[in-house]
């Protein structure tokens, strides 16, 4: 069954700053599968493109190296280079 992220979900999880903070989020949530968190990580992260050491990676390892991404924050779009046409 496919989640619905709700702006209440992401801020949830956008609040977060541990693996622990993220499952007990989900927790919350009453998302319990591993690919129900995948989807959600991945829309949160406004899909990010992710590589895998491994061809076929295992939900469980797609949750992890997502995970990782999200909490080091190489996800974000970084706008520090565009000048702002006010300056």
Known sequence: MAVKVTA?????IKSCSSKEQIDSAFEVMNITTIEEKVNSL???????????????????????????????????????SFKSSNA
Do not use: H
Request: hydrophobic residues 35%; negative net charge; contains cysteine.
């Open 8 to 12: 209440e979900l992401s801020n949830k």
């Open 42 to 80: 991945v829309d949160i992260m406004g899909d990010p493109i992710v590589f895998y050491s491994c061809a076929n990676p295992t939900p469980e390892q797609q949750y992890r190296s997502l995970v990782g991404s999200f909490l080091s924050g190489i996800w974000k779009p970084d706008f520090s």
